[in-house]
Structure formats: C-alpha cells, structure tokens
C-alpha cells in the first residue's frame, strides 16, 4: 500500500514567487491534515480536511496560503506570493478515522520550500 | 493552550548504548495522547510510541521505551541498545483526547536530532 506522498519533495523560488504544493493521501483516508515546520522550531498545525471539506484551518498564517482538496482525493497548498519567512518543510498527513482508536495519522516525507 | 517542549536539539549515542530523549508538556486538560515520532533522513515521520494519558503503566515498543510522568508532565524516551538506523530527529507529539470541533491537532516540540556512532 502507496504512504502518503508529496511533491516536489524540494523546491527553491524567489520571494514573490508562487509554489503549489501537492499531497496524495493514503487511499481511502477521508481526514488530511497540512503540517509546517519552519527550521529550527516546532511543526505545526495548518488544517484539516474531512474529504473536500475543510474542518479546521485555524492554522493557516495568512490569506497567502490557499489549500484546496477538489474531490477529496489529493490536496494542493498554494503560496502566492511567497515570503521568505515561509520556507520550511511542510508536511501532509492523513488518517481514516477522526477518533482516536483506530486513527493512526500517517505522514508524509515533506515538502521542503526555501524561497530567497 | 497546550505545549510541548524539547529541550535537547541534538544527541549523540555510541552504537548498542542506551539513550534517553526528554520532552515536556504543559495541558490542563485530564485526558490526552503523547506520542514519540521519528523522521529519518528523506523519510517519512513514523510513530514510534504512543501513550494515553489514562494509562499509568509505561508504553513499550521492543527497544523503545517511555517514562511517563504524569504529573511532572514528563513524557522521556528511551531507545535501549542503538542502532545505526535509529539515527533521525525524533518529535515529541501531544494530542488531546476528545475534541468538539472534530479536529485532532498533534502539538509537536521542536525535535531532538539523533546521532548513532559507529
């Protein structure tokens, strides 16, 4: 069975640039969450999809952040325009269940951004 | 809110020695999870140990262990006889047990990079 997987696994763009960012869950998992970790500090929350609805995206910095998942199958994170205080490694993750038993959150490799 | 930290960014463990990670937390909440992850080098992040907070007994996983301090909010692992391909940054992770929103937010520290010697 495929893990959850990412691309571009690296990219490196001008700050005003645009990045999309793309994660392919697990088949069959319904929740998709999106991760950033920006060196050196802790990975953190950015949202949550339950299928092509987004249930919580209290975590996205700003509206230069734009997530999108058509259809409930793979997910894109669009920065636009990109800072340099967005590089980082962004990671995707999914799960089958929301509740704890049974919910085993699997990630992905990450997207590492860097924007100069 | 809630918040986990990592007060050790790097480690180093000779090949068949033990070593432990720390990691704290601070919740108010009575009911959670804390998990160990561990995210090699170009790899994905796996669990390696996962713990409810309910449980006073201490979660083990083969050479991976935890001491779990409930109410130090302690949650320490410990990797028993290295192996080279222990070597990764390993997160320490807390989620709460029950959410009304639906969603379950992993609070991560800011990871421990460890390094195996040959």
């Known amino acids: 069975e495929a893990g959850v997987t990412q691309f571009p696994s690296h990219s490196v763009i001008e700050k005003g640039q645009t990045v999309t960012l793309r994660c392919d869950p697990i088949s069959g998992h319904d929740n998709l969450y999106w991760y950033r970790r920006v060196m050196g500090k802790e990975i953190k929350f950015l949202l949550h999809?339950?299928?092509?609805?987004?249930?919580?995206e209290s975590g996205m910095p700003n509206n230069r952040f734009l997530a999108e998942r058509t259809g409930g199958t793979y997910s894109t994170l669009k920065v636009q325009p990109a800072e340099l205080e967005d590089s980082g490694v962004y990671f995707c993750a999914s799960s089958q269940r929301g509740g704890f038993k049974g919910n085993t959150i699997y990630f992905g490799e990450g997207s590492w951004l860097t924007v100069v | 809110a809630q918040t986990v930290t990592q007060s050790q960014p790097e480690m180093s463990v000779q090949e068949a020695e033990t070593v432990t990670l720390s990691c704290t937390y601070d919740?108010?909440?009575?009911?959670?999870?804390l998990f160990w992850y561990k995210q090699p080098p170009s790899r994905q992040m796996i669990l390696v140990i996962r713990q409810e907070a309910y449980k006073q007994q201490n979660a083990t996983e083969n050479r991976f262990s935890v001491n779990f301090q409930k109410a130090a909010k302690s949650f320490s692992l410990k990797i028993s006889d290295s192996q080279l391909g222990d070597a990764a940054m390993y997160f320490c992770?807390?989620?709460?047990?029950?959410?009304?929103?639906?969603?379950?937010?992993?609070?991560f520290g800011t990871g421990t990079r460890l390094k195996v010697l040959a």
């Open positions: 919740t108010s909440e009575s009911d959670y999870y």
């Open positions: 992770a807390y989620r709460r047990a029950k959410v009304a929103s639906g969603t379950y937010k992993y609070i």
């Open positions: 999809f339950v299928k092509e609805s987004k249930q919580d």
